[in-house]
């Protein structure tokens, strides 16, 4: 992995060097709202999972890994930069219902000089492309996919607009796309209930992957296949206290569940499904031994749409879930497999975090990145090498209702602080994974250091300031 100034990189994204074609595919699939205990390989014992069960055995299965953020929005722009929240512009979700008020939309917009991950590998002479889910830039904002990296998007630009599975559009390049649904009402971004279903997002997304891999398979290619499920539609949810939205409850539809925990265990269900479809589709073109496979989710489980996270331990027995930063909302699932470079069943427990994978793919894909990132290659530990460095803290800020901190040093200590003039609350996660136990007052020492980190790691925002609640900096 090669490092230089930001400039020089946004330079260099036009050559493509040699040997490109000796490079590994990579394909990152992000899951939305899918807890830490959602996967049969992580404890699930309700919801079929067959086929990311299958992923995990062939491959690597983490058991300590952290999403970006316990929200959407930061958690993929952590993702896509390799910069944690306390350096990036996008530090939350963001209002604004017009696609075209970019000072609206701006807290939630990557800035031009934020390199992706997609810009990067696109330098190494990767096609890439984005299907599902963005939620980072609108149509000419400077966060526009085909601006950010991507020879090819297809799905929801804005994250308001992904809350609906049956919308009258998606977004193909930078063109709307009609669809064979039908959304009442004048919301322009069509996230209410749908009157006529026909087309079913995920379903799009799953199918318009396969095609776009066999379309490019000559190539190195980068698939973010960033999938909508299983968020809720929260409007069908209030409408009819139903938002899991799905065609069929598959194997569930007997259950004596609520219907929303029905719905909740099809889209997971269905969702890998199409997985194991993918995974066919690479074994079939002779593409498993030199594709890399990411699974993760991009933040803790959800509880909305009528969804009920406790029903089936979505978060693995870990204190809170979505909109905490206990371990239930950023600790998330996360599953590597390379055959023939990954150690198949392998358990790992090394600490990293959604920032890692840029310089992790710098590494394997021998790509140029910038400087300055908050990101430790973990290919060492993909590959079964002993040299693998390690973060000496991560950081973590969150500001609906007031800003929340937490930073996690050695690996165990976990701190954090749930408004900017509460104490700091300590876990030892090596004997409290649950964080049920508050040992500040014992260890004053690790208080003060991680007090040192809630400080320093972060750098001033125009948008996202330490505020206590009653204060908001943004809308989540």
């Given at each position: 992995m090669r490092?230089?100034?930001?400039?020089?990189?946004?330079?260099?994204?036009?050559?493509?060097?040699?040997?490109?074609?000796?490079?590994?595919?990579v394909i990152f699939i992000l899951a939305d709202d899918l807890g830490y205990g959602d996967l049969v390989c992580y404890g699930q014992r309700l919801i079929q999972t067959p086929n990311?069960?299958?992923?995990?055995?062939?491959?690597?299965?983490?058991?300590?890994?952290?999403?970006?953020?316990?929200?959407?929005?930061?958690?993929?722009?952590?993702?896509?930069?390799?910069?944690?929240?306390?350096?990036?512009?996008?530090?939350?979700?963001a209002g604004g219902k017009k696609l075209d008020d970019f000072a609206a939309l701006r807290p939630q917009t990557l800035r031009e000089d934020e390199l992706t991950i997609a810009q990067m590998l696109k330098g190494a002479g990767y096609a890439t492309a984005l299907i599902g889910k963005w939620g980072l830039g609108e149509i000419g904002s400077g966060g526009e996919p085909t601006?950010?990296?991507?020879?090819?998007?297809?799905?929801?630009?804005?994250?308001?607009?992904?809350?609906?599975?049956?919308?009258?559009?998606?977004?193909?390049?930078?063109?709307?796309?009609?669809?064979?649904?039908?959304?009442?009402?004048?919301?322009?971004?069509?996230?209410?209930?749908?009157?006529?279903?026909?087309?079913?997002s995920h379903d799009l997304f799953a199918a318009d992957a396969?095609?776009?891999?066999?379309?490019?398979?000559?190539?190195?290619?980068?698939?973010?296949?960033?999938?909508?499920?299983?968020?809720?539609?929260?409007?069908a949810g209030r409408a009819l206290k139903n938002g899991q939205e799905v065609p069929d409850l598959g194997p569930y539809a007997g259950m004596d569940w609520t219907e929303p925990n029905k719905g909740?265990?099809?889209?997971?269900?269905r969702m890998d499904a199409d997985i194991g479809r993918l995974l066919a589709l690479l074994q079939k073109l002779g593409l498993d031994e030199k594709t890399l496979v990411f699974f993760a989710s991009d933040n803790g489980p959800h509880q909305e749409g009528g969804n009920d996270p406790a029903f089936f331990k979505a978060n693995g027995g870990l204190r809170g879930i979505k909109r905490d930063l206990y371990e239930g909302?950023?600790?998330?699932?996360?599953?590597?497999?390379?055959?023939?470079?990954?150690?198949?069943?392998a358990t790992s427990a090394?600490?990293?975090?959604?920032?890692?994978?840029?310089?992790?793919?710098?590494?394997?894909?021998?790509?140029?990145?910038?400087?300055?990132?908050?990101?430790?290659?973990?290919?060492?530990?993909?590959?079964?090498?002993?040299?693998?460095?390690?973060?000496?803290?991560?950081?973590?800020?969150?500001?609906?209702?007031?800003?929340?901190?937490?930073?996690?040093?050695?690996?165990?200590?976990k701190g954090v602080r749930l408004r900017p003039s509460a104490a700091l609350q300590l876990f030892n996660?090596?004997?409290?994974?649950?964080?049920?136990?508050?040992?500040?007052?014992?260890?004053?020492?690790?208080?003060?250091?991680?007090?040192?980190?809630?400080?320093?790691?972060?750098?001033?925002?125009?948008?996202?300031?330490?505020?206590?609640?009653?204060?908001s900096a943004g809308k989540n």
């Amino acid at each position: 992995m090669r490092f230089l100034p930001v400039a020089c990189a946004l330079a260099f994204l036009a050559l493509a060097p040699a040997g490109a074609a000796d490079k590994p595919n990579v394909i990152f699939i992000l899951a939305d709202d899918l807890g830490y205990g959602d996967l049969v390989c992580y404890g699930q014992r309700l919801i079929q999972t067959p086929n990311l069960d299958r992923l995990a055995v062939e491959g690597m299965r983490f058991t300590q890994f952290y999403a970006g953020s316990t929200v959407c929005a930061p958690s993929r722009a952590v993702l896509m930069t390799g910069r944690h929240v306390g350096h990036l512009s996008v530090r939350g979700n963001a209002g604004g219902k017009k696609l075209d008020d970019f000072a609206a939309l701006r807290p939630q917009t990557l800035r031009e000089d934020e390199l992706t991950i997609a810009q990067m590998l696109k330098g190494a002479g990767y096609a890439t492309a984005l299907i599902g889910k963005w939620g980072l830039g609108e149509i000419g904002s400077g966060g526009e996919p085909t601006r950010k990296g991507f020879d090819y998007f297809f799905g929801y630009l804005n994250q308001t607009h992904a809350h609906n599975y049956y919308p009258a559009w998606l977004t193909r390049g930078t063109e709307r796309v009609p669809l064979r649904n039908e959304v009442p009402g004048p919301d322009p971004f069509g996230s209410g209930v749908a009157t006529k279903k026909v087309d079913y997002s995920h379903d799009l997304f799953a199918a318009d992957a396969l095609k776009w891999i066999e379309t490019n398979q000559a190539a190195p290619f980068f698939l973010y296949l960033a999938l909508t499920t299983p968020h809720a539609n929260n409007e069908a949810g209030r409408a009819l206290k139903n938002g899991q939205e799905v065609p069929d409850l598959g194997p569930y539809a007997g259950m004596d569940w609520t219907e929303p925990n029905k719905g909740q265990a099809a889209m997971i269900t269905r969702m890998d499904a199409d997985i194991g479809r993918l995974l066919a589709l690479l074994q079939k073109l002779g593409l498993d031994e030199k594709t890399l496979v990411f699974f993760a989710s991009d933040n803790g489980p959800h509880q909305e749409g009528g969804n009920d996270p406790a029903f089936f331990k979505a978060n693995g027995g870990l204190r809170g879930i979505k909109r905490d930063l206990y371990e239930g909302g950023i600790r998330v699932p996360f599953i590597a497999r390379w055959p023939g470079k990954i150690a198949p069943g392998a358990t790992s427990a090394h600490v990293g975090y959604f920032g890692d994978v840029m310089a992790t793919l710098a590494e394997i894909t021998d790509a140029e990145t910038p400087a300055n990132l908050d990101s430790i290659s973990f290919a060492p530990t993909l590959l079964g090498q002993k040299d693998q460095r390690a973060h000496e803290f991560l950081y973590w800020e969150f500001h609906e209702g007031g800003t929340k901190q937490a930073a996690l040093f050695d690996g165990h200590w976990k701190g954090v602080r749930l408004r900017p003039s509460a104490a700091l609350q300590l876990f030892n996660l090596n004997t409290d994974l649950a964080e049920a136990h508050d040992v500040a007052g014992e260890h004053p020492e690790i208080v003060a250091r991680i007090e040192t980190y809630l400080r320093s790691a972060r750098s001033d925002s125009p948008d996202w300031h330490i505020r206590e609640p009653g204060a908001s900096a943004g809308k989540n």
